[in-house]
């Protein structure tokens, strides 16, 4: 697995949001806001795979594994909570194009 950096403290998170959907923003500054939002997101979710790949004690170091080990866990999480999946992942698809396209807005 990638070594992945340690999430921003508290703190800075509380500061980040402060200006978080201001109408008065220019639209590269709500861009940059946004691309340094969707990094720390990543780095959530990094670490949050390490944790599943040390907890179901996967061997893998190969980050696409890991991600299908993780997604096939959910899988079964899923089938004994009875949520549908693939409907939670196109919910989650449709949130990400709305994240991201604010990076493509200031373009």
Do not use: F
Not at 78 to 102: G, V, Y
Request: with cysteine.
């Amino acid at each position: 697995m990638t070594q992945t950096p340690s999430p921003p403290s508290a703190s800075a998170n509380v500061t980040d949001l402060s200006n978080a959907g201001s109408d008065s923003e220019d639209p590269a500054t709500r861009a940059a806001r946004a691309r340094h939002t969707n990094a720390q997101r990543a780095t959530y979710a990094a670490e949050a795979l390490q944790v599943h790949s040390r907890v179901s004690r996967s061997h893998t170091d190969d980050m696409q594994q890991a991600l299908v080990e993780l997604l096939t866990d959910l899988h079964h999480l899923c089938n004994a909570c009875d949520l549908e999946l693939t409907t939670l992942l196109q919910a989650a698809a449709i949130i990400h194009a709305n994240e991201t396209q604010l990076n493509w807005d200031a373009s």
